[in-house]
């Protein structure tokens, strides 16, 4: 089975630009998570959607937007680009066994903006 | 304040001298607790989710228990593949709205 995948791998971009990271989760996986990771401020997360809708969002500007597609791939788009956005982002899936969760993560993209 | 801590920062280990992480929690509504591990330069692995205070997880040398303020991640006989950060997080609020995570603990096992 194929795992999480992540587009592209890498990415630079300049201040003021706008940038759009692609997720392909795992087949029969419809939530889709996705998360910001830096050396100062760690591991934060974004915003969930299950189903084409946003079901959790965390502390982030209006800057940082994210849609479902009805094949459960998502995307994210950061507008307005900041030198405070580069950053590892990161998006799982997960799917739920009953009450269990179990989520797995693709290997990111890293993004620098200069 | 919803936080989480995680502790020590960094825990070096000899081979097979077992050990436990600890990550502790301020949140209100907790809906589950969650333990991953991360390589360098790669996306966190799941490891476990935790629902309810009492609750154990194991898998290999790692068993995870729950109680009301924090976690623990007990490695038995660790080996050096084990070498890797530890970080957990919680999903809590009124509404499961909040994911908040630990700033991790950093494992080395030394051969």
């Known amino acids: 089975k194929a795992g999480v995948t992540q587009t592209p791998r890498y990415l630079i971009k300049t201040r003021g630009q706008q940038v759009t990271l692609s997720c392909s989760p795992i087949?029969?996986?419809?939530?889709v998570s996705w998360y910001q990771q830096t050396p100062g401020q760690g591991l934060q997360f974004l915003f969930e959607?299950?189903?084409?809708?946003?079901?959790n969002k965390g502390n982030f500007p209006g800057r940082f937007s994210g849609r479902q597609f009805s094949n459960s791939r998502s995307e994210m788009n950061v507008s307005t680009l900041e030198l405070g956005d580069s950053a590892l982002y990161l998006c799982?899936?997960?799917?739920?066994?009953?009450?269990?969760?179990?989520?797995?993560f693709g290997p990111g993209t890293r993004l620098l903006v200069l | 304040e919803d936080q989480v801590t995680q502790s020590p920062e960094a825990l070096r280990l000899q081979e097979g001298e077992s050990s436990s992480l600890n990550c502790s929690y301020t949140?209100?509504?907790?809906?589950?607790l969650f333990w991953y591990r991360q390589d360098p330069g790669k996306g966190p692995e799941f490891l476990f989710t935790?629902?309810?205070a009492g609750e154990e997880k194991e898998k290999e040398r790692l068993k995870a228990t729950l109680t009301k303020k924090e976690s623990f991640l007990h490695i038995t006989a660790p080996k050096p593949e084990d070498s890797a950060t530890y970080l957990c997080?919680?999903?809590?609020?009124?509404?499961?709205?909040?994911?908040?995570f630990g700033p991790g603990t950093s494992l080395s096992v030394i051969p």
């Open positions: 799982a899936s997960s799917f739920t066994s009953g009450l269990q969760e179990t989520q797995y």
């Open positions: 087949s029969g996986h419809r939530s």
């Open positions: 959607y299950f189903s084409e809708t946003q079901r």
């Open positions: 949140v209100s509504g907790l809906r589950g």
């Open positions: 935790l629902y309810s």
């Open positions: 997080a919680v999903q809590a609020g009124p509404s499961y709205d909040k994911v908040i």
